[in-house]
Protein backbone atom coordinates (compact mmCIF):
# COMPACT_ATOMS: atom_id res chain seq x y z
CA UNK A 1 0.00 0.00 0.00
CA UNK A 2 2.78 2.26 0.58
CA UNK A 3 4.76 1.78 -2.65
CA UNK A 4 1.40 2.92 -4.41
CA UNK A 5 1.22 5.77 -2.42
CA UNK A 6 4.56 6.61 -3.01
CA UNK A 7 4.15 5.78 -6.91
CA UNK A 8 0.77 7.73 -7.19
CA UNK A 9 2.51 10.74 -5.40
CA UNK A 10 5.76 11.13 -7.23
CA UNK A 11 3.58 10.75 -10.59
CA UNK A 12 1.13 13.81 -9.66
CA UNK A 13 4.05 15.95 -8.04
CA UNK A 14 5.06 16.05 -11.87
CA UNK A 15 1.79 18.11 -12.53
CA UNK A 16 2.47 20.84 -10.14
CA UNK A 17 6.13 21.56 -11.44
CA UNK A 18 6.55 25.11 -12.79
CA UNK A 19 9.25 26.49 -14.85
CA UNK A 20 9.92 30.34 -14.43
CA UNK A 21 11.30 31.32 -17.64
CA UNK A 22 9.03 31.15 -21.03
CA UNK A 23 10.75 27.72 -22.61
CA UNK A 24 11.12 28.24 -26.27
CA UNK A 25 11.03 25.47 -29.03
CA UNK A 26 13.69 26.03 -31.95
CA UNK A 27 12.45 26.47 -35.23
CA UNK A 28 14.83 23.90 -37.96
CA UNK A 29 13.91 24.65 -41.33
CA UNK A 30 14.81 22.03 -43.85
CA UNK A 31 15.82 21.84 -47.08
CA UNK A 32 12.81 20.93 -49.51
CA UNK A 33 14.14 20.19 -53.45
CA UNK A 34 10.92 20.98 -55.67
CA UNK A 35 10.22 18.98 -58.67
CA UNK A 36 7.42 16.72 -60.27
CA UNK A 37 5.53 14.87 -57.80
CA UNK A 38 6.34 17.12 -54.93
CA UNK A 39 2.29 17.80 -55.07
CA UNK A 40 1.58 13.99 -53.90
CA UNK A 41 4.20 14.57 -51.25
CA UNK A 42 2.64 17.34 -49.92
CA UNK A 43 -0.76 16.49 -50.18
CA UNK A 44 0.08 12.44 -48.91
CA UNK A 45 3.48 12.43 -46.66
CA UNK A 46 3.53 15.77 -45.58
CA UNK A 47 -0.38 15.65 -43.51
CA UNK A 48 1.23 13.06 -40.97
CA UNK A 49 4.90 14.14 -40.47
CA UNK A 50 7.99 16.94 -41.26
CA UNK A 51 9.50 16.88 -44.41
CA UNK A 52 12.37 16.25 -41.48
CA UNK A 53 11.12 13.05 -41.67
CA UNK A 54 12.35 12.09 -44.99
CA UNK A 55 15.62 14.44 -44.94
CA UNK A 56 16.95 11.93 -41.98
CA UNK A 57 16.91 8.94 -43.86
CA UNK A 58 19.60 10.21 -45.77
CA UNK A 59 20.22 9.20 -49.53
CA UNK A 60 18.71 6.06 -49.89
CA UNK A 61 18.00 3.45 -53.12
CA UNK A 62 14.76 2.98 -55.13
CA UNK A 63 13.85 0.05 -53.19
CA UNK A 64 14.52 1.84 -49.63
CA UNK A 65 11.91 4.32 -50.80
CA UNK A 66 9.36 1.64 -52.23
CA UNK A 67 9.40 0.38 -49.46
CA UNK A 68 8.86 3.60 -46.99
CA UNK A 69 6.00 4.23 -49.22
CA UNK A 70 4.36 0.06 -48.73
CA UNK A 71 5.19 0.45 -45.22
CA UNK A 72 3.18 3.58 -44.59
CA UNK A 73 0.33 2.29 -46.47
CA UNK A 74 0.25 -0.99 -44.70
CA UNK A 75 1.08 -1.02 -41.83
CA UNK A 76 -0.30 2.99 -40.86
CA UNK A 77 -2.86 2.95 -43.22
CA UNK A 78 -2.40 5.88 -45.18
CA UNK A 79 -4.66 6.48 -47.65
CA UNK A 80 -2.09 6.74 -50.60
CA UNK A 81 -3.57 5.15 -53.92
CA UNK A 82 -1.40 2.90 -55.81
CA UNK A 83 -0.96 5.65 -58.73
CA UNK A 84 0.37 8.14 -55.97
CA UNK A 85 2.58 5.41 -54.79
CA UNK A 86 4.57 5.17 -57.37
CA UNK A 87 4.47 9.27 -57.74
CA UNK A 88 5.42 9.86 -54.46
CA UNK A 89 8.23 6.92 -54.93
CA UNK A 90 10.01 8.47 -57.75
CA UNK A 91 10.34 11.77 -56.47
CA UNK A 92 12.30 10.29 -53.50
CA UNK A 93 14.18 8.45 -55.21
CA UNK A 94 14.74 11.08 -57.69
CA UNK A 95 15.39 13.64 -55.08
CA UNK A 96 16.86 11.76 -52.18
CA UNK A 97 17.94 8.47 -53.71
CA UNK A 98 21.41 7.77 -54.26
CA UNK A 99 21.04 6.47 -57.57
CA UNK A 100 20.71 2.79 -56.40
Known sequence: ???I???SILAVSALF???KEPIEVPYI???IKMGEGFGAVQANC???HSFGYITNQG???R???KGKVVKM???FKAPITDEDSEIVTNYLSEHYGNGK
Open 1 to 3: MKK
Open 5 to 7: LLL
Open 17 to 19: AQV
Open 29 to 31: SYE
Open 46 to 48: LTC
Open 59 to 61: KQS
Open 63 to 65: AFW
Open 73 to 75: VDH
